[in-house]
């Protein structure tokens, strides 16, 4: 398909096009949808739109109740993980959030790493949008302090455990088991240019949320495979701990994170 841009940028006139079809289809699809359901009340009776009724009611009451539930456990804001007075408490408040909370996006970060502020601002604005999902954030400067007071001894044994290696990573943490970890910006084109849109069709994508309609749109570099890496991003560093380990903790070595949190 000639789009008329010239050789050069062929490939993003192509990517656009493709953008443009694939958010008109899904604009399609939603009315067609409307569309049928608008006809099935037409032919309805008194009864079935009474029951209809009645049956809307109670999803909307019982969404209503689940909400609440959601917001009195601290869901709908992003925030950092609550301890203790002590920094050894990191550990602990991890996994007692992990048995109070099916979903949660934990962002592993330090405020010398400026492009941890990308995220930053892009949780803030997904967390009320979704109260299912719990959003927090562990400071994890000075994990790699080769001395024990050093000031991210708290978090240590969790950058350990959990394999953090790359500052920012997202933990995505799915009925009590770190389901997968987004590495700097490599699952989002390797750009800090995403959208908050975009951030969360990814993030959905591995079950850490519930996309809404304006969130089902594929991105273009989904398809457009154009990346240019995580490492390659200016501002994006390695998290070099010194316990022992090879860079990075049990989860990487064996090559997956589907690991349940059990009692520690």
């Given at each position: 398909?000639?789009l008329g841009?010239?050789?050069?940028n062929?490939a993003i006139?192509n990517?656009?096009a493709?953008q443009?079809l694939r ?5 399609e699809?939603a009315l ?6 608008y006809?099935?009340?037409l032919?309805s009776?008194d009864?079935d739109?009474?029951?209809?009724r009645?049956k809307?009611l109670a ?5 209503a109740?689940?909400?609440?539930k ?5 869901h709908g804001?992003y925030t950092?993980l609550?301890?203790?007075q002590?920094s050894?408490?990191?550990?602990k408040?991890f996994?007692?959030a992990?048995k109070?909370?099916n979903?949660l ?6 405020p010398t790493?400026?492009?941890c ?5 892009a949780?803030?604005?997904l967390a009320?949008?979704?109260p299912?999902t719990?959003?927090?954030k ?8 080769v ?6 001894v708290?978090?240590k ?5 959990l ?6 990573t997202l933990?995505i943490?799915?009925?009590?088991k770190a389901?997968h970890?987004?590495r ?10 995403f959208?908050?849109?975009e ?5 959905g994508g591995?079950?850490?949320?519930t996309?809404?309609?304006?969130e089902?749109?594929?991105p273009s570099f989904?398809s457009g ?7 390659g991003?200016?501002?994006v560093n ?5 316990f ?8 990487v070595?064996r090559g997956?994170?589907d690991e349940?949190?059990?009692e520690?």
């Amino acid at each position: 398909m000639d789009l008329g841009f010239g050789n050069t940028n062929q490939a993003i006139g192509n990517a656009a096009a493709t953008q443009i079809l694939r958010a008109t289809e899904a604009q399609e699809a939603a009315l067609a949808s409307e569309i049928s359901r608008y006809d099935a009340l037409l032919e309805s009776n008194d009864t079935d739109l009474e029951k209809l009724r009645e049956k809307r009611l109670a999803q909307l009451k019982s969404a209503a109740q689940q909400k609440s539930k959601w917001l009195e456990n601290g869901h709908g804001v992003y925030t950092d993980l609550p301890t203790g007075q002590h920094s050894g408490d990191i550990a602990k408040a991890f996994f007692d959030a992990t048995k109070k909370s099916n979903r949660l996006v934990i962002h592993f970060h330090r405020p010398t790493t400026r492009q941890c502020d990308v995220f930053h601002a892009a949780l803030d604005k997904l967390a009320p949008r979704h109260p299912e999902t719990k959003f927090l954030k562990i400071n994890v400067e000075g994990c790699d302090d080769v001395r024990e007071s050093g000031s991210g001894v708290g978090a240590k044994y969790l950058v350990e455990k959990l394999g953090i290696v790359v500052m920012p990573t997202l933990l995505i943490v799915v009925d009590r088991k770190a389901h997968h970890q987004l590495r700097g910006f490599d699952e989002l084109g390797g750009t800090t240019d995403f959208t908050v849109n975009e951030l969360a069709y990814v993030l959905g994508g591995h079950g850490a949320l519930t996309r809404k309609d304006d969130e089902e749109v594929e991105p273009s570099f989904i398809s457009g495979e154009s990346s240019s890496g995580a490492r390659g991003i200016e501002g994006v560093n390695s998290l070099r701990m010194r316990f022992g380990g090879d860079y990075g903790g049990r989860g990487v070595r064996r090559g997956g994170y589907d690991e349940d949190f059990d009692e520690e």
